[in-house]
């Protein structure tokens, strides 16, 4: 018999090849082992290189995702704020430009392309309003402040001519505001209708006393014109003194007017500035009076006059009698006389 019947070694006739496991009748048949250093396989198993969650080679985990840039993510935040502060002038303009050079850069990088074109999009749109904010604040808003203040300086013009207008020749109605009565004025010894337009500035002491004091408060036009508006200037007065029984007898006894104008010219008549132009006799209410007209030495004054009259009966006043009276008008309206002539007609004694 030949050593390859056995298939086994030259040396060894009948022997079966080195590592064969020896085959003996009845023995079960096990599986043939792998080759040293494999890794066995089992049922279920996956092969190597498949585990789950590796997508490299065999038994080696991928590298993960390296991310945003944190230059993308800076130039996003800049534009943002840029974005919501552009209306404020220069503080969103000067943001709006710094998030467009981020915006740039992070462009450059490969992680920050998305988040780079976001930021400049925004920045662009809040250099916009940036720039149109800038416009409005200093020149839209200048220029509508500047018609404003034009509008009423035009506005104040106007007004102004017209009031130049109504003191003018043809709204000054001086019959009107020379109105020679309207106003009744009352004291415990006499009244009268006084004119409308001067004021009452009788207090109740000098209305116990008989004092009576009307007076024409108001201004002057460029035409000399006067209007009663009760303040400014005084430019004309009624005014009634009494005088008590010892001062009415210096001059002279009650009753005798000569004697009391005579005595009166010079503490009171001489100092009220101007000239006797006319001397006349008239009556209030039943009693006899001197008047006598003076040429004013104002140029505004139209007419002054004074009234001396000795009252019917003495009245009592302040602890004394007083029955001697004078009786003043000046006035800067032409229709002086008709003033006058009113107190004369409506003068009452009490």
């Given at each position: 018999?030949?050593?390859?019947?056995?298939?086994?070694?030259?040396?060894?006739?009948?022997?079966?090849?080195?590592?064969?496991?020896?085959?003996?009748?009845?023995?079960?048949?096990?599986?043939?082992?792998?080759?040293?250093?494999?890794?066995?396989?089992?049922?279920?198993?996956?092969?190597?290189?498949?585990?789950?969650?590796?997508?490299?080679?065999?038994?080696?985990?991928?590298?993960?995702?390296?991310?945003?840039?944190?230059?993308?993510?800076?130039?996003?935040?800049?534009?943002?704020?840029?974005?919501?502060?552009g209306w404020v002038p220069f503080v969103g303009l000067v943001l709006a430009i710094?998030?467009?050079?981020?915006?740039?850069?992070?462009?450059?990088?490969?992680?920050?392309?998305?988040?780079?074109?976001?930021?400049?999009?925004?920045?662009?749109?809040?250099?916009?309003?940036?720039?149109?904010?800038?416009?409005?604040?200093?020149?839209?808003?200048?220029?509508?402040?500047?018609?404003?203040?034009?509008?009423?300086?035009?506005?104040?013009?106007?007004?102004?001519?017209?009031?130049?207008?109504?003191?003018?020749?043809?709204?000054?109605?001086?019959?009107?505001?020379?109105?020679?009565?309207?106003?009744?004025?009352?004291?415990?010894?006499?009244?009268?209708?006084?004119?409308?337009?001067?004021?009452?500035?009788?207090?109740?002491?000098?209305?116990?006393?008989?004092?009576?004091?009307?007076?024409?408060?108001?201004?002057?036009?460029?035409?000399?014109?006067?209007?009663?508006?009760?303040?400014?200037?005084i430019a004309g007065q009624i005014g009634v003194m009494p005088l008590n029984l010892?001062?009415?007898?210096?001059?002279?006894?009650?009753?005798?007017?000569?004697?009391?104008?005579?005595?009166?010219?010079?503490?009171?008549?001489?100092?009220?500035?101007?000239?006797?132009?006319?001397?006349?006799?008239?009556?209030?209410?039943?009693?006899?009076?001197?008047?006598?007209?003076?040429?004013?030495?104002?140029?505004?004054?139209?007419?002054?006059?004074?009234?001396?009259?000795?009252?019917?009966?003495?009245?009592?006043?302040?602890?004394?009698?007083?029955?001697?009276f004078v009786i003043s008008l000046v006035t800067p309206y032409s229709n002086g006389?008709?003033?006058?002539?009113?107190?004369?007609?409506?003068?009452?004694?009490?």
């Amino acid at each position: 018999m030949s050593n390859e019947s056995y298939g086994g070694h030259p040396d060894q006739p009948g022997q079966p090849p080195y590592g064969a496991q020896p085959q003996y009748p009845g023995q079960p048949q096990y599986p043939a082992q792998p080759p040293y250093g494999a890794q066995p396989q089992y049922p279920g198993q996956p092969a190597p290189g498949q585990y789950p969650g590796y997508g490299g080679p065999a038994g080696y985990p991928q590298a993960p995702n390296p991310g945003v840039g944190g230059l993308a993510i800076a130039a996003l935040i800049v534009s943002i704020v840029a974005f919501l502060s552009g209306w404020v002038p220069f503080v969103g303009l000067v943001l709006a430009i710094v998030g467009l050079v981020l915006g740039i850069l992070a462009l450059r990088k490969p992680r920050g392309k998305g988040l780079g074109i976001t930021a400049i999009v925004l920045s662009a749109l809040a250099a916009l309003t940036g720039i149109i904010m800038l416009v409005v604040t200093f020149w839209f808003i200048p220029a509508a402040i500047e018609s404003e203040i034009q509008q009423y300086d035009d506005s104040t013009e106007l007004w102004a001519e017209e009031d130049e207008s109504d003191l003018g020749e043809s709204s000054f109605d001086e019959a009107e505001f020379s109105a020679v009565s309207g106003q009744f004025i009352e004291t415990p010894c006499w009244s009268y209708d006084g004119p409308q337009y001067f004021t009452n500035n009788i207090s109740s002491t000098d209305v116990d006393a008989c004092v009576g004091k009307l007076e024409l408060w108001g201004e002057y036009d460029e035409d000399d014109n006067f209007y009663p508006t009760g303040a400014g200037m005084i430019a004309g007065q009624i005014g009634v003194m009494p005088l008590n029984l010892d001062a009415s007898n210096a001059y002279g006894p009650v009753g005798d007017l000569d004697a009391a104008v005579e005595g009166l010219q010079e503490p009171f008549f001489s100092q009220q500035g101007g000239e006797a132009i006319g001397e006349e006799t008239v009556t209030l209410d039943g009693a006899e009076a001197r008047l006598i007209r003076y040429e004013s030495d104002a140029a505004d004054t139209k007419t002054k006059a004074f009234l001396t009259v000795f009252s019917p009966e003495p009245y009592p006043i302040a602890g004394t009698q007083a029955q001697l009276f004078v009786i003043s008008l000046v006035t800067p309206y032409s229709n002086g006389e008709d003033q006058l002539q009113q107190i004369i007609d409506s003068w009452e004694w009490k």
